[in-house]
């Protein structure tokens, strides 16, 4: 058993090395990810700056950017192995849940690089001064969690399909609903001040759908990528 | 001793129907072409052995000493090469057999992947990064990494396309050697090509 835990931490680590090195090379998807949420907050901060926004409004603002720039970045892992004509050798070489759990954690690597960059931004731009930083890191951990293992399985299915781009963001709308309207709720309730136990209900949410959108990836990725 | 049984493969693409109860039994050591005109279905057929593609009908069984084998393991039996499958062109040549390797349950050091890169001829070219690659050059790659796991199944997808006079050189030997104890299944269009195998399967008309 060990052993074989083993033999499946060194495959995962290998596609998700071989992800970084490609992506650090080519610049496939951190370019777009970066660009979207820089140039969005920016174009947002000079348009609404001047008013007045409530805790609320600049929360769901935070999420909006990062569930955009996820949809315009994290589906290349599967996509660029479609377009490449790597897919196929790559299915024959490891097993489906060696590649999902790679790609699953390059990607969520790539939305925290992301977060280093756009959530400072955030604060400075729009003036939130964030009150319980446990809270409001919790929430921002497992919500990108939420984010990049939603994102990775819907990749997989788009990237067989002619309107990627477009699919992604319609099929992922639906399944990351429940996430970004609690991972909002999380953000304000951080922002506003209330103690940390006051969020534990949306912390606990965001456990449980990150376990079951994992669990149902997981089980459901090898007919997507094998198909 | 490795036995692949092709039992009723039956393949449509929505309305076409692209060949019907194919019937095929190959025990090691042994090699195989299969040949017929273009659309009739050798690259899909080759696929399948491999379960990359699955059949509309029928069943590919291998089985290992008289042991059938699980759908996991059958996949780790074969290695293709084809025009149509491409590796990493960001990364390096080492650095690809070294990630397909690894994958694939073989930990070789990086003297031995260098030796796998000579056997190809591109013994000082292996830090160079795939895409500078010329085509001739990526084919005779996609061999080092076929064979750089000692596959049980050497599924080639026309063998030599791409490869000038010393790679088909290289490219008969390689597939000499697989030969001698395992099976070798090849596709091709090239009726010189079916020199490499004993046996001859004739797809469509």
């Not at chain 2, 013994?123 to 795939?130: A, F, I, L, T």
Request: aromatic share 10%; proline share 3%.
């Amino acid at each position: 058993m060990p052993n074989r835990f083993s033999d499946w931490v060194t495959k995962i680590i290998t596609v998700f090395k071989k992800e970084i090195k490609s992506e650090f090379r080519t610049r496939y998807a951190f370019n777009s990810l970066v660009m979207f949420a820089v140039v969005t907050l920016t174009v947002l901060s000079l348009a609404v700056g001047q008013f007045a926004l409530t805790d609320s409004v600049k929360s769901a603002l935070l999420w909006v950017v990062l569930f955009f720039s996820s949809m315009s970045g994290l589906a290349q892992v599967f996509i660029k192995e479609e377009e490449r004509k790597t897919a196929s050798i790559l299915k024959l070489s490891a097993l489906p849940y060696h590649i999902f759990l790679g790609k699953f954690f390059f990607n969520l690597i790539l939305l925290f690089i992301l977060e280093i960059i756009t959530v400072p931004l955030f604060l400075i731009l729009f003036e939130v001064r964030v009150q319980t930083w446990d809270l409001f890191l919790a929430v921002l951990f497992l919500g990108s969690v939420g984010l990049a293992s939603t994102t990775t399985i819907i990749a997989a299915i788009v990237s067989k399909t002619d309107l990627k781009g477009t699919l992604l963001t319609i099929l992922s709308f639906p399944l990351l609903l429940p996430v970004l309207g609690i991972s909002i709720q999380g953000t304000k309730v951080a922002v506003t001040g209330a103690p940390f136990y006051s969020g534990f209900a949306e912390v606990k949410f965001l456990f449980s759908y990150i376990v079951v959108m994992l669990t149902a990836s997981l089980l459901l990725f090898e007919t997507v990528w094998m198909e | 001793m490795l036995l692949i049984e092709l039992e009723n493969i039956s393949k449509w693409f929505g309305e076409r129907q692209v060949f019907e109860n194919i019937n095929l039994k190959l025990e090691s050591p042994a090699s195989l072409a299969i040949i017929g005109p273009n659309g009739c279905g050798k690259t899909t057929l080759l696929k399948i052995i491999c379960g990359l593609i699955r059949p509309s009908r029928g069943k590919v069984r291998i089985k290992l000493d008289g042991q059938e084998v699980g759908k996991e393991a059958k996949r780790a039996f074969c290695s293709i090469v084809a025009p149509d499958l491409e590796l990493y062109e960001e990364l390096t040549a080492l650095e690809n057999l070294e990630f397909f390797t690894v994958l694939r349950d073989f930990k070789s050091s990086r003297a031995e992947l260098n030796q796998k890169l000579e056997q190809v001829g591109l013994k000082d070219r292996g830090h160079e990064p795939v895409g500078s690659y010329s085509s001739g050059m990526k084919q005779r790659l996609k061999y080092a990494v076929a064979l750089s796991v000692s596959p049980q199944v050497l599924i080639l997808d026309e063998p030599s396309s791409n490869l000038d006079e010393e790679g088909i050189f290289l490219m008969e030997k390689l597939i000499e050697n697989q030969k001698k104890d395992r099976l070798v299944i090849l596709a091709t269009n090239a009726l010189k090509e079916t020199q490499y195998a004993q046996q001859i399967f004739r797809l469509g008309n």
